[in-house]
Structure formats: structure tokens, C-alpha cells
């Protein structure tokens, strides 16, 4: 056999394991969750409606948000490496450039399915892609800025979702109330971000990401994160009140009282209690955001 020969060897494809794993099933909940608010908020029955109810979810959760943890870990894929490098891109479980193709392909098809939908479900799908793209991708890689990355990701995984799914069983632009509940919720979610940015503190330091754990030290930044999360809240009650929603109001306020105890317990050590509030104050607070749907639904007549 003539060494001199070059052999060839096909490069791997990732395992469907692997993908998914990519793909983070877990981040999937909180746009699925806020497209759930807009349907109830519509005030429209899903009886009839089952591709636009499905097809939105299908949209908010494995499409577009996958396709913004695909395109965030290839753009990641060295902060990782010091980080969590066991995750997909930097262990070898998807090798080469599969990662880039696959947030690209996702980025198609989700288009694809938002065009089904409506002009208004295409165009909200248009500029979340591109939110997710500019997030992790340079130039302009908005995560570098914890302030301009979190209200990016707040937007896109609050805000967008419930606009998506009104404008889908309507058929148009959502009225106003709807607009307002969906940015104030957006707004909040930039705090529970920031408290997200607390697992790669190191990672980012080294890679120059400025977080606002790195920025402004972490208790400043969990400060922060909870006057961020509390205050759009303080605001959709007193909307709520102002709309004859005193119930409604109350519940958001309820769950604002029992988020911010468990605030007190997160300032005492943020870095180590930021998970356990990912999984108790952000609980309660998107508990909040469906009484504020359920308070809208059909208008305000």
C-alpha cells in the first residue's frame, strides 16, 4: 500500500441525542409558555384552531428558541470550553460545523412555519431570528453587553411569543393592553437573565463578555435583576386596577409579595441560590403573567 496516498474518512453526524441536547429542550418552556398566555389572552377558544395553537408552539419553543441555542453555542463554542465543556459543540458530539448548519436550517424552517400563519407571525418570527442571530454572532454579538443581550432575550422569549399568538388567532395586530402586558413582562424578564448570566461568571471574564455579573460585581447585578423583575410588575397591577381587574391584580401582586422573599434569600448568596430562584421566583412569576392573560381575554368591555 503506497503511503503517500492521503485516506480520506467522512467526518461524523452529530446522534439525534446530540441535537436535541443543542437544541436545549429545558430553555423551551418560557416562550412556549408566554405563546400560551397570548392564546388565552385572545380570548379566542383553540377548539378550531389546533394548527395555529400547535404550529405557534412548535414555533415559539423547538424552532426558533432551538434555533437561538444552536446559533449561541457555536458562536460559544470557546467560552464553553473553560466553562461547560462537556456540552455538545466543544465534547465533539457535534463535530466540525454541524452546529452552525443546524442553526441555519432551523432558522429556515421556522420561517417556513411562520409564514403559515399570517403576516404579522412571519414578520414577529423575522425579528426574533435575527435578535438571536445578533445576540451570539458578531459584529454585533449583543451578549458582549449584558444590557442590550438580556433585553434581547427578555423580549424574544416574553414579549414576541405573546404577540405571536394573538396576532395569529386574530389575525392582526393585538390591541393595546396586550402590547403593554407583553413588554412590561419583557422588561421584567431582562432581571431573570441576568440572574441566568450567573452560572458562567468565569467564562465570561476570560472571554471579555461583559455580563452584568462582570460588569457591576455579582450582588450589584442580582440587586439589580430583582428591582428589573419587580417593578414591571408593580406596573401590570396597578394596569390591572386601572382596567377593572382588582382580582386579577391581586394575584400578580400575591406573586410579587412571594417572589420578593424569595429575593431576600437569593441576595444572601446570588451565585449559589440563582438556580434555585430560576426555578422558585421565576415560577411565580410567570404564574403572574397568565392572571394578566386570563384578566384580558377577549378586551376589556
Known amino acids: 500500500m503506497d503511503r503517500s496516498v492521503p485516506v480520506f474518512r467522512s467526518v461524523s453526524a452529530p446522534s439525534p441525542r446530540a441535537v436535541l441536547e443543542l437544541l436545549k429542550p429545558v430553555t423551551w418552556f418560557a416562550p412556549m409558555w408566554a405563546y400560551g398566555c397570548g392564546i388565552v389572552s385572545s380570548g379566542i377558544p383553540v377548539t378550531g384552531h389546533f394548527w395555529t395553537f400547535a404550529a405557534g408552539v412548535l414555533l415559539c419553543g423547538p424552532l426558533v428558541c432551538g434555533t437561538s441555542q444552536a446559533a449561541n453555542d457555536w458562536f460559544d463554542r470557546h467560552v464553553d470550553a473553560i466553562n461547560e465543556p462537556n456540552r455538545p459543540i466543544p465534547s465533539g458530539r457535534v463535530p466540525g460545523q454541524w452546529g452552525l448548519w443546524i442553526a441555519i436550517g432551523w432558522s429556515l424552517l421556522s420561517l417556513a412555519v411562520a409564514a403559515t400563519l399570517g403576516t404579522w407571525v412571519l414578520v414577529a418570527t423575522a425579528f426574533g431570528l435575527l435578535a438571536a442571530w445578533a445576540y451570539s454572532a458578531p459584529p454585533l454579538r449583543l451578549k458582549v453587553n449584558g444590557w442590550w443581550g438580556n433585553s434581547a432575550v427578555g423580549l424574544c422569549y416574553e414579549g414576541l411569543p405573546w404577540f405571536t399568538a394573538v396576532a395569529a388567532m386574530q389575525g392582526g395586530m393585538p390591541p393595546a ?31 471579555g463578555i461583559g455580563s452584568l455579573p462582570v460588569r457591576l460585581g455579582e450582588r450589584r447585578a442580582a440587586i439589580l435583576a430583582c428591582v428589573v423583575m419587580a417593578v414591571p410588575q408593580v406596573i401590570v397591577a396597578a394596569l390591572l386596577v386601572a382596567w377593572n381587574r382588582p382580582l386579577h391584580a391581586g394575584i400578580v401582586a400575591l406573586s410579587l409579595v412571594l417572589q420578593m422573599a424569595c429575593m431576600v434569600r437569593l441576595l444572601k448568596d446570588p451565585k449559589a441560590h440563582a438556580p434555585w430562584y430560576n426555578g422558585t421566583g421565576v415560577t411565580l412569576y410567570v404564574l403572574g403573567m397568565m392572571a394578566a392573560a386570563i384578566a384580558v381575554r377577549g378586551g376589556l368591555a
Not at 396586550?178 to 413582562?185: D, M, P, Q, V
Request: no cysteine.
Open 177 to 207: 393592553e396586550i402590547l403593554w402586558l407583553a413588554l412590561l413582562y419583557s422588561a421584567g424578564a431582562h432581571g431573570i437573565m441576568t440572574l441566568n448570566d450567573f452560572k458562567a461568571v468565569a467564562g465570561d471574564r476570560l472571554m
